[in-house]
C-alpha cells in the first residue's frame, strides 16, 4: 500500500536516488565539508532572515491601533508574510538547482534589505501588506541556505549540520519576538524593521565574501518553467515528500495557531503586558533550539521514525498547559517548551529525511517541503486570530490540538511498520 511507503524504515538513511531521466541538474557531488566558522555563519545568516517572517507577531495590537485594523484583520499582517514566503519557495528556492547559489544567496539578502526598509517606513494599510509580502516573498533566503549546507556537508554529517544550522533558524524566530517587543517599546515598530535591514545588509556584505563560488550551478541548466515543473514532479513521484509535506503543514499549523495568536490574550486585561514581556515569552521554546542539533544526530543514526512519533506526542500534550495561559504565564511558558520542542524535532528529520531521498535536487526538494510549511504557518495564523476574535483563548487551544492530534494521524499512517520495506 502506498501508504505504508512514505518512511523509510528505522535504519541509517538510504543511498542517494541516481538522477531520473529528464530532470534538471545533475547528480549531487560528495560534500567538502564544512568549517564550523563557515556553519556558523549559515546559521546566523539564516536565523536573521526568518526572523522577519515572525517579527510582526508581538506587534499585532500596535500595527492593528495604527493602521485601524481589527483584530480578526490584524493577523493577515502575519498571514500575507507567510503567503510571500511560500511564493518564495516555489519561485525562488528551486534556482538554487541550477544557478550559482553565492549570488542567487547574496541578491536575495539585499533585496530582502529593501524590503524591510520599505515596511519599516510604510504609511498606510496597503503599503503594510505589500511590504510584508515581499519581505517573506525574500526571507526564502533561508532555505536557499538550508539546501546550500546540506550539500556542501558529507552523507554522513549532513543531519548534524542541517540541525545546527536550523538552531540558528530556531534562534531566529524566537529571538525575532523578543527583540521586536523590546526595539517596539524603546523605539516603536518601525525601528524593528529598519534595524533589521541594516543588519541583513551586514550579513549580505558577510555572506558574499564567505560563501564558496558557483555552489550550485549547473551546466546546460533547463529552462525556469522546466525547472519549476520538475519540483512539482518530485513531490508526485515520492511519497516520503509528500507525508512530510502534509506533517509540516499541520506541525506548522499548530506553531502558527499560538504563536501568531498569543500576544492578544497577553497585551489585553487583565494582562496587559508589554510587547517586551510578550516577546520574552519566545525564550520560553529556546528549547526548541536545543532539540534540532540532537534531532540531527538521531536521523544520522537511523532514528528519524521515532524520533518524529515522540515528537508529535509532545507536540499534541503541549496544549493541556497552553490552555491555562490565562490563570498562570507559568503554564504558558511549559507549553511553549513542549510545542518549540516537538515541532523543531519534527521539522529537522523531515528536512534531513528528503534531501537523503533526492539529493540532486536539494534545492527543490526543500523548497517544496517548505511551501507546505508557509501553508501551514499562513492557515494557523489566519484561523487562530480570526477563532480568537470570535470564541476567545480556550477555542484557539483547541484548534491547536486538533492540528496536533491529525498530525500524528497521519505520521501513523505513513510510517513504515517493522517487518515491512518500501
Do not use: K
Request: glycine residues 12%.
Amino acid at each position: 500500500m502506498t501508504a505504508c511507503r512514505a518512511e523509510p524504515p528505522e535504519s541509517p538513511p538510504p543511498p542517494p536516488a541516481r538522477q531520473r531521466a529528464g530532470e534538471p541538474g545533475e547528480a549531487a557531488a560528495p560534500g567538502i565539508g564544512l568549517s564550523r566558522g563557515a556553519t556558523l555563519l549559515f546559521a546566523v545568516a539564516s536565523g536573521t532572515a526568518v526572523a522577519n517572517v515572525y517579527a510582526a507577531q508581538p506587534l499585532l495590537a500596535t500595527l492593528g491601533q495604527d493602521f485601524g485594523l481589527g483584530e480578526g484583520a490584524v493577523g493577515a499582517v502575519v498571514t500575507v508574510t507567510q503567503a510571500g514566503y511560500g511564493l518564495g519557495l516555489l519561485l525562488l528556492v528551486p534556482l538554487g538547482d541550477v544557478l550559482d547559489r553565492r549570488r542567487l544567496v547574496s541578491a536575495q539578502s539585499l533585496l530582502l534589505a529593501a524590503a524591510l526598509a520599505v515596511l519599516g517606513t510604510a504609511g498606510a494599510a496597503p503599503a503594510l501588506f505589500a511590504a510584508a509580502a515581499a519581505v517573506g516573498f525574500l526571507a526564502v533566503v533561508t532555505q536557499s541556505l538550508v539546501a546550500f549546507a546540506a550539500a556542501l556537508a558529507g552523507p554522513e554529517r549532513r543531519g548534524r549540520v542541517v540541525g545546527q544550522v536550523t538552531s540558528g533558524v530556531v534562534v531566529g524566530i524566537l529571538l525575532a519576538r523578543t527583540v521586536s517587543g523590546l526595539l517596539a517599546d524603546v523605539a516603536g515598530w518601525r525601528a524593528v524593521y529598519l534595524v533589521s535591514a541594516a543588519a541583513t545588509l551586514l550579513l549580505a556584505l558577510a555572506l558574499r565574501r564567505a560563501l564558496p563560488p558557483r555552489g550550485g550551478a549547473r551546466p546546460g541548466r533547463p529552462s525556469y518553467p522546466a525547472l519549476l515543473r520538475s519540483t512539482v514532479m518530485l513531490f508526485v513521484e515520492e511519497p516520503l515528500l509528500r507525508a512530510r509535506g502534509v506533517l509540516a503543514l499541520l506541525v506548522f499549523a499548530a506553531f502558527s495557531t499560538l504563536w501568531s495568536c498569543v500576544a492578544l490574550p497577553l497585551s489585553a486585561p487583565p494582562l496587559s503586558l508589554s510587547h517586551t514581556a510578550i516577546g520574552a515569552f519566545g525564550l520560553a521554546g529556546a528549547a526548541g533550539a536545543l532539540a534540532a542539533a540532537p534531532a540531527g544526530r538521531l536521523h544520522d543514526r537511523g532514528h528519524a521514525g521515532r524520533t518524529t512519533g515522540v515528537a508529535l506526542l509532545l507536540l499534541t500534550l503541549s496544549w493541556l498547559p497552553l490552555a491555562f495561559t490565562g490563570e498562570s504565564l507559568w503554564a504558558l511558558a511549559a507549553g511553549a517548551i513542549l510545542l518549540d520542542l516537538a515541532v523543531q524535532a519534527v521539522h529537522v528529520t523531515s528536512q534531513s529525511m528528503i534531501y537523503a531521498r533526492r539529493p540532486d535536487a536539494g534545492g527543490r526538494v526543500i523548497g517544496g517541503y517548505m511551501i507546505f510549511y508557509s501553508a501551514g504557518s499562513a492557515l494557523g495564523a489566519l484561523a487562530s486570530t480570526s477563532l480568537y476574535a470570535a470564541a476567545g483563548w480556550p477555542a484557539v487551544c483547541l484548534l491547536g490540538a486538533a492540528f496536533s492530534l491529525l498530525a500524528s494521524a497521519v505520521w501513523a499512517a505513513t510510517r513504515e511498520r517493522p517487518g515491512r520495506r518500501p
